[in-house]
């Protein structure tokens, strides 16, 4: 089967940095997604990881490390927007265009 | 469109009645997904259109649940005889191409079976 873990929630101060792990045990690996999904609203697409090392975009970074099935979401200078579920999801298998999600971190930023 | 759409946004509807649920993709978007998010739960793969066919419908839940596909654009999930355990936000994605990176999704359609 496959399984993905993240926390289930986090506080973190404005203007502080935050970084949200996932691991996962899947039968295939084909790319490692982080969604952000405020409260009510679509998940939105952060980062996709398929090799080793980080990923930088602006204010957020995704590292992947396939060997050890581990990856984490790094958020720096937090403002209070940030608050919401940040999403962790896999693609099992090369040829599989579904994606198995983890249940979600829910990040509170308090000021 | 802008954005993936999807109606209604909210839907309550007495256990043992169908329901349909409607997704109207980004205008060009070839790939088609439909997933659902039930409370404390990860979003739950159900089913994958790539045009009006369905090459991956192996996450619908049991013979209730049917979706189909129409001119490669809106697509229509139907829940006949609805249970309480069908309630749950029902999200549509789509992308450009038979590829899940670069998926949008859409709002949700939140259920309720009472």
């Known amino acids: 089967g496959q399984n993905i873990d993240q926390p289930t929630e986090m506080t973190a101060t404005e203007g502080a940095i935050v970084q949200i792990n996932c691991t996962y045990q899947t039968s295939g690996f084909n790319g490692l997604f982080w969604y952000q999904q405020h409260a009510g609203e679509a998940p939105t697409f952060l980062s996709y990881n398929v090799l080793d090392g980080l990923e930088e975009k602006g204010r957020f970074s995704s590292f992947l490390s396939r060997s050890k099935g581990y990856s984490y979401l790094l958020l720096k200078e937090l403002q209070m927007k940030d608050s919401a579920s940040y999403l962790c999801a896999v693609n099992p298998g090369a040829g599989s265009y579904q994606l198995t999600f983890g249940k979600g971190t829910k990040l509170s930023v308090i000021p | 469109g802008a954005g993936v759409s999807q109606s209604p946004s909210n839907k309550v509807t007495e256990k043992g009645k169908d329901v349909e649920l409607r997704c109207d993709p980004i205008?060009?978007?070839?790939?088609l997904y439909w997933y659902r998010q039930s409370l404390g739960q990860g979003l739950e793969f159900l089913i994958y259109f790539q045009g009006n066919s369905a090459p991956d419908k192996s996450g619908l839940p049991s013979d209730r649940f049917s979706a189909e596909r129409t001119g490669g654009s809106v697509s229509t999930l139907t829940i006949q005889r609805t249970q309480q355990e069908d309630s749950a936000v029902y999200l549509c994605a789509s992308s450009p191409a038979a590829s899940n990176y670069g998926y949008t999704f859409g709002s949700g359609t939140r259920l309720t079976v009472v």
């Open positions: 205008s060009g978007h070839t790939a």
